[in-house]
């Protein structure tokens, strides 16, 4: 069925940069949110950035994550985050999920039928 396995996650210093990719692949559908989340312990699953397959629009979580930008790749097959300017607090598991309607609730992740199993970003002071 439907898989998503994200890529890209390691150890970076502080003010580094790291580009995550999430390749979806099976049965999904065409015109697609896909989004961004993270997790650190303690704390619950919050939303990053997400993306409209159907006309490139972006969402992001809050301002402070300007430092961030999501895109699709010019086939739509894979889904990116650009980080930048790194901090520590940057640092948790970050999720790809996908769903065909969200009703505007991009970050809320009941709203996401699909996830991959994350990857791990641990940026050092």
């Known amino acids: 069925q439907v898989q998503l396995v994200e890529s890209g996650g390691g150890s970076v210093q502080a003010g580094g940069s790291l580009r995550l990719s999430c390749v979806a692949s099976?049965?999904?559908?065409?015109?697609?949110?896909m989004a961004w989340f993270r997790q650190s312990p303690g704390k619950e699953r919050e939303g990053v950035a997400a993306i409209y397959s159907g006309d490139g629009a972006t969402h992001y979580n809050d301002a402070e994550q300007a430092r961030f930008s999501i895109s699709l790749d010019d086939a739509q097959t894979t889904l990116y985050l650009d980080m930048n300017s790194l901090k520590p607090e940057d640092t948790a598991m970050y999720f790809c999920?996908?769903?065909?309607?969200?009703?505007?609730?991009?970050?809320?992740?009941?709203?996401?039928?699909?996830w991959g199993q994350g990857t791990q970003v641990t940026v050092s002071a």
């Open positions: 099976g049965y999904i559908y065409m015109r697609r949110y």
């Open positions: 999920a996908a769903a065909q309607m969200v009703w505007g609730d991009y970050f809320t992740p009941s709203r996401y039928d699909y």
